[in-house]
């Protein structure tokens, strides 16, 4: 029984696992912290997923877990992970590279977005993974009017930095 | 363009720029340990219960000591006793049934009351532990004073002298010189802590509920 519930959720995760990969990203800023992060989501969503009953889809109910793990419960740890190929993997931003000035104001986006609370980052990435507001008040906590102004505010604080 | 709008067009590309990890490698975390604070809240939270039980069985063992005066009967002893573990029994149970309640699949928000109302069970029950031990040193310092040679030779010095107030007086102020080094050492050790360890949780809290006041 253990055995078909741990192969069943392995099996999820990896179809799912960019969705942990894009909190990490947001979350973290080098690669020794993401894998460490990705670790205790991965764990969370194991000792969660007995109770996972199918009804929600299984990417929403990753969303929830996995920011709850890096604004809540992650705890910074200097543990090695054994992964070789994952180590040696550099994220870089994707752009048309006709276009430098587009690639230059998202190399300044992307580092806009880091330098955001935790909260702010948990509604950008909703927000980037085409969530409605009533899906992100649902998964932070707060009222849909209040996900809308925080949101705006973000915004504001982006093109701020994008135009000082 | 909106710079959300641009940021999403390109976080939409970023699908096959991430590592993709194999099933074993999945597999094999799910198999390590979490290091989520919550497993931390816990440990220590554990630790205060088996250090107060502690301390609580060690005030009890010298007030035995002090049994010749007839302390075993001494009914204010033996109701604070059965009054401590009383306390301790529901504090345990209160602490044990809010972090039953802690679920990841719970909005952040409501994740993080529950965190830290497990918490606050701990703390009230240090605080009760705190009180009963200046109760507790109180109730047994006329025991002690009687029992101990040395102080009982000085009392004997002070009341022929008649510096009896005195004498009283210079007791009660190194009692309290003492609990109140005691108490803030740990009070210290508390804050140190949870400072490190909540201290992230309680500025994303803040962060939220600042938005239901605004």
Request: aromatic share 14%.
């Amino acid at each position: 029984m253990d055995k078909a519930l741990e192969h069943s959720f392995v099996e999820l995760l990896e179809k799912h696992q960019n969705i942990v990969h894009k909190v990490c990203r947001l979350y973290t800023n080098n690669q020794d912290a993401h894998n460490d992060l990705f670790q205790e989501i991965t764990i969370q969503l194991w000792k969660a997923y007995p109770k996972f009953r199918g009804d929600a889809k299984f990417s929403t109910w990753m969303y929830r877990v996995g920011l709850n793990t890096a604004i809540t419960l992650y705890r910074k740890s200097k543990r090695s992970i054994k992964t070789q190929e994952f180590e040696s993997v550099q994220f870089k931003i994707k752009s048309e590279p006709y276009d430098d000035t587009e690639e230059q104001q998202l190399k300044q986006l992307y580092k806009g977005v880091h330098q955001l609370n935790d909260i702010e980052k948990a509604l950008v990435f909703l927000y980037l993974e085409d969530k409605n507001y009533s899906e992100i008040s649902e998964t932070l906590g707060i009222t849909e009017v209040n996900a809308r102004v925080k949101m705006n505010r973000v915004k504001k604080k982006l093109r701020t930095i994008l135009n000082p | 363009m909106d710079e959300l709008e641009l940021l999403k067009k390109d976080w939409k590309k970023e699908d096959k720029v991430y590592p993709k990890l194999s099933y074993n490698e999945i597999y094999n975390m799910i198999l390590s340990k979490s290091s989520s604070i919550v497993k931390w809240i816990f440990i220590i939270s554990m630790l205060e219960f088996v250090f107060w039980l502690f301390i609580s069985f060690g005030l009890k063992a010298s007030g035995f000591n002090l049994e010749l005066d007839g302390m075993e009967q001494n009914f204010g002893f033996i109701a604070i006793s059965i009054f401590s573990y009383a306390i301790l029994a529901y504090f345990f149970y209160r602490f044990y049934t809010n972090y039953k309640t802690i679920n990841t699949t719970d909005s952040a928000k409501t994740l993080m009351e529950n965190i830290l109302k497990t918490r606050r069970t701990v703390k009230q029950y240090v605080f009760f532990n705190l009180f009963v031990l200046v109760v507790g040193v109180a109730y047994m310092m006329p025991y002690a004073i009687k029992q101990d040679e040395s102080s009982r030779a000085l009392l004997e010095t002070a009341q022929a002298n008649g510096e009896l107030f005195k004498y009283y007086a210079g007791i009660a102020i190194v009692t309290i010189i003492g609990l109140a080094i005691a108490i803030s050492v740990l009070l210290l050790f508390y804050w140190l802590i949870y400072g490190i360890l909540l201290k992230r949780l309680n500025r994303n809290y803040y962060e939220l509920k600042k938005l239901e006041v605004e």
